[in-house]
């Protein structure tokens, strides 16, 4: 999303949820920026922080996201803020959503909800189609279920095999 990577997305048949982690040897600089952009295309988004930033967090992300402080070393969960209500989230995050998808990925949802379109439709023209003729509900269930049939772990290419180190 922009120039922010989430660390985990969590994708189901009709909602996605976002953890982003901060460990003890991370740093916070970032922070507001990933909650910021992250918030304005994920219904639901959690902070999981080390017990060193704990106090660290500022209150404008404590606000936006559901936050874990979680000590790992002891397994425990030392403070926890829940999210926010997905009745409560802001309509206009499913048409973001979108954004996350592929032209192709875009066609195919396309085709399945039968808005016209060309055969190689640029995906400047397909997003305003799909955006004019789905609900809200729709848009997320048909992009989760795009996103769920992408390979998570695609194999790595034969020039990136791992090297053997001869005995």
């Not at 606000?63 to 206009?92: I, K």
């Not at 955006?131 to 809200?136: I, S």
């Not at 795009?146 to 695609?154: D, I, M, S, V």
Request: glycine share 4%; charged share 30%; aromatic share 6%.
């Amino acid at each position: 999303m922009n120039e922010c990577r989430i660390d985990m997305a969590f994708i189901q048949k009709d909602h996605i949820a976002g953890l982003e982690l901060k460990s003890s040897r991370d740093v916070l600089d970032r922070l507001e920026n990933q909650v910021k952009t992250f918030s304005a295309v994920l219904p639901e988004l959690w902070v999981g922080i080390a017990p060193k930033w704990c106090d660290e967090v500022s209150a404008h992300t404590r606000y936006q996201t559901g936050l874990v402080c979680f000590d790992v070393e002891n397994g425990e969960t030392r403070s926890a803020c829940p999210y926010r209500n997905h009745a409560e989230v802001d309509r206009t995050i499913t048409v973001p959503l979108i954004d996350l998808l592929w032209r192709d990925e875009t066609a195919s949802i396309a085709h399945r909800m039968c808005v016209p379109i060309k055969k190689r439709e640029a995906m400047c023209r397909i997003v305003p189609l799909l955006v004019r003729k789905l609900t809200g509900d729709e848009i997320v269930r048909e992009v989760c279920r795009e996103l769920r049939g992408r390979n998570a772990f695609p194999e790595r290419p034969k020039s990136d095999a791992p090297i053997l180190e001869a005995a």
